[in-house]
């Protein structure tokens, strides 16, 4: 993994904005600038009020919010509400309203000791500027927003306030790809971006359209069966979500370029299933079209009824069966068996109508990232950091024990079904595809080229092509029957590696 690519980019993509919008600003508050002839306000030069909510709030969430939330805060302050920040912890009210320098809350934070927060374990003491807007807030009074309670969540009140910035019109660095789904119809290949999706045609390498989006990133997304796109994602350490977008909307039109607005269009985004507090990074879709099911790293599976259509989509199901993130998530053929994999190491099956746990599959010893059903629905199919592919029975006296497994020479991230076959494809931090007996484990065809790691894979409706996305961008299709190669490209638009 290369976090410092990626915090790079998302740094230039926030200046790249920034400056956008600047400019395109500009002339207009040049316009209203006062005629400096005229009487001169008394508030002239003065700085606005410091809203809590807008310039408070996100300091804590930040820096504060993990030691101080609502479970086991420490020092039994909560500040994830207004109402319990002024509460107090061991130390009471650490606010005197008007008066900074006599409020506990600044004396941690400028403390150089072991009192300083956040903690000096932690990293950095917070910022010298934002210490003093915090002691500006205090000195005006310590308000809170008069569209804001005091026993509000801070942080879904700062959700719904997040207005997600425009996709970059040319990415200055590739975008790691982390999802990827065909068109129902073969001809067309769903990347994911930087909030957006991005639609390619498969035969040529074309970028046709894209789609922006309120998340950062997709983590998986699968199609419905009136062609509909599902998709779960969202801002990591920020909040999760799912929604389903109608990529055939009409969008503007620039060039050969189709643009959707996937945030505001309601003819585009069709529906918000849900969301959670931290990223969704598995998906599925029954068989039958008829439920949802999404987890993430909340560690909690959510169930939707769709039958209804998506507009109508009911949550009948939360489920908390993992003590760590939720990577893969699968429904059984018949849809009564939901199976997960997790960063605690398991893959687990749970009996929907029961509602209760029936397996757990512990022989990966590391974290398992993606799961399928296998033998329909009588074993399970599971990958992880352990290198390996490996078949566990679901059924009978030896449920959850080892069958067989198979393995590439580096973590194995995602598996995908070939539809109608007992074939299943990996993706593989050895920067390889392979296809798979799923039965046997007997190894097929082995699809390489990339040049990095490769974090997702699909397989196309008609089961004959295989798409791999990586780390920095490439996406290569690959024929399945003999893994000759189709076409390759880097879907991160505008992005250049020349130098």
Request: glycine share 10%; charged share 25%.
């Amino acid at each position: 993994m290369q976090p410092s690519r990626s915090r790079l980019c998302f740094g230039s993509l926030l200046l790249a904005f920034l400056a956008v919008v600047w400019f395109g600003l500009a002339p207009r508050l040049m316009a209203q600038t006062p005629n400096p002839n005229e009487a001169k306000s008394s508030t002239a030069g003065k700085a606005p009020p410091v809203s809590f909510i807008k310039d408070i709030a996100p300091i804590f969430k930040e820096s504060c919010f993990g030691c101080h939330g609502p479970k086991s805060p420490k020092g039994k302050l909560d500040m994830t509400k207004f109402a319990t920040l002024r509460k107090g912890g061991t130390k009471d009210d650490p606010i005197v309203e008007g008066k900074p320098d006599d409020s506990y809350l600044i004396d941690v934070l400028i403390a150089t000791d072991r009192q300083r927060m956040p903690p000096l374990e932690t990293g950095d003491p917070l910022p010298k500027e934002k210490i003093e807007l915090i002691k500006r807030w205090i000195a005006e009074g310590a308000k809170l927003d008069a569209d804001v309670k005091p026993e509000d969540d801070l942080v879904r009140e700062l959700r719904k306030r997040y207005v997600p910035p425009a996709p970059p019109v040319v990415y200055p660095y590739p975008v790691t790809v982390t999802a990827l789904a065909f068109t129902p119809d073969n001809k067309k290949l769903v990347v994911s971006g930087h909030h957006e999706l991005n639609v390619y045609e498969v035969a040529s390498g074309r970028l046709e359209k894209r789609i922006s989006t309120r998340s950062r990133r997709a983590m998986a997304m699968t199609f419905l069966a009136d062609g509909k796109l599902v998709v779960a994602g969202g801002r990591p350490g920020e909040e999760g979500d799912v929604r389903v977008y109608n990529l055939d909307a009409p969008g503007k039109k620039v060039g050969d370029l189709t643009f959707l607005d996937g945030v505001n269009d309601k003819n585009v985004l069709l529906a918000h299933l849900g969301d959670s507090d931290d990223e969704i990074l598995g998906l599925a879709v029954s068989a039958d079209g008829k439920k949802v099911a999404a987890g993430g790293c909340d560690r909690i599976v959510q169930i939707w009824d769709i039958s209804a259509g998506v507009d109508k989509a009911k949550s009948i199901a939360s489920i908390e069966n993992h003590a760590d993130w939720v990577f893969g998530v699968a429904f059984s053929p018949d849809g009564k068996l939901l199976y997960t994999a997790s960063r605690d190491k398991t893959a687990k099956v749970w009996d929907l109508n029961a509602k209760e746990s029936l397996i757990t599959f512990p022989d990966h010893q590391n974290t398992v990232y993606d799961v399928l059903p296998a033998q329909a629905g009588k074993a399970g199919l599971s990958v992880g950091e352990d290198n390996q592919l490996r078949l566990w029975n679901v059924t009978g006296d030896k449920a959850g024990k080892s069958l067989r497994n198979a393995g590439h020479g580096r973590p194995v991230f995602r598996l995908a079904a070939v539809p109608g076959k007992p074939i299943v494809v990996t993706c593989s931090a050895d920067a390889t595809l392979k296809s798979w007996d799923a039965e046997k484990l007997t190894p097929g065809k082995t699809m390489g080229g990339f040049s990095d790691h490769v974090y997702a894979v699909a397989i196309s409706p008609d089961g004959t092509l295989v798409a791999g996305g990586a780390f920095n961008g490439e996406v290569r299709i690959f024929q399945l029957t003999d893994g000759s190669l189709v076409k390759n490209f880097n879907a991160s638009p505008g992005y250049s590696d020349k130098k």
